[in-house]
């Protein structure tokens, strides 16, 4: 059963606008969530990430809200560039000690971003 | 500063053959972790080290693979004998000490095909 939902496979958005970007999770015990880029035939890229205790983290044009009632988070991308065109992962971690590795990555299935000039 | 280096980039074995993957992690790392990332699906951990030393290996299938780091820094996955599912990306990350453990970095990976 997956953790850590994604359910939006793809998401196109005209250059110049917002691109939103969702992630729900099931579990109440992640302490930490991040988000991931990956460009095709590389890794993924480590983009913006959020801890539990905050419900807002901005770095430039990325912002990633947190709503733990909902457990629900978002990426927004204002304003998106035809760069940005890439699978967004959602990730989220355990805190340290609580069944298993504090280092094991819960990721989504990730959602494609097109961005169209 | 240089990324994760993995080598080598893509494989085609056919089942039952052996494969191994390398990864070396950014200098000063001293946690490595192994991913499989399916296509169509998120990386999921295979392995983590702490140095030399194993922290997590509950989702590898040891039957057929295995993973050292003996000298605290590279490592090699195998996979013996390989199966028709085992197809996937193998992606070595790794993380350094401290606060900033959680952020991860990622190497390009290695694309295995098994015909």
């Known amino acids: 059963d997956q953790q850590v939902k994604q359910n939006s496979p793809s998401l196109s958005v005209q250059e110049g606008r917002i691109s939103i970007l969702n992630c729900d999770y099931t579990?109440?015990?992640?302490?930490?969530f991040l988000w991931y880029k990956k460009y095709p035939a590389e890794g993924p890229t480590f983009l913006i990430s959020?801890?539990?205790?905050?419900d807002k983290n901005e770095d430039g044009r990325f912002t990633v809200f947190l709503n733990k009632s909902a457990k629900h988070l978002s990426l927004h991308i204002v304003p998106s560039q035809p760069g940005d065109s890439a699978v967004y992962f959602c990730a989220a971690l355990f805190p340290a000690g609580y069944g298993g590795s504090q280092g094991n990555l819960i990721f989504g299935k990730g959602t494609k971003l097109s961005v169209k000039p | 500063e240089a990324g994760v280096a993995q080598s080598p980039r893509y494989k085609i074995i056919e089942k039952r053959q052996s494969v191994a993957f390398w990864c070396n992690p950014i200098s000063g790392h001293a946690t490595l972790y192994w991913y499989q990332q399916i296509l169509g699906q998120g990386p999921k951990l295979l392995i983590q080290f702490q140095n030399n030393g194993v922290v997590d290996d509950s989702q590898l299938p040891k039957d057929r693979f295995s993973a050292e780091r003996l000298k605290g820094v590279d490592s090699t996955l195998k996979i013996q004998p390989a199966k028709l599912e085992d197809s996937a990306v193998y992606l070595c990350?790794?993380?350094?000490?401290?606060?900033?453990?959680?952020?991860?970095?990622f190497g390009p990976g290695t694309r295995l095909t098994v015909l």
């Open positions: 959020i801890s539990s205790i905050k």
């Open positions: 579990n109440s015990m992640f302490d930490y």
């Open positions: 990350a790794s993380s350094p000490p401290g606060l900033a453990s959680h952020e991860q970095f």
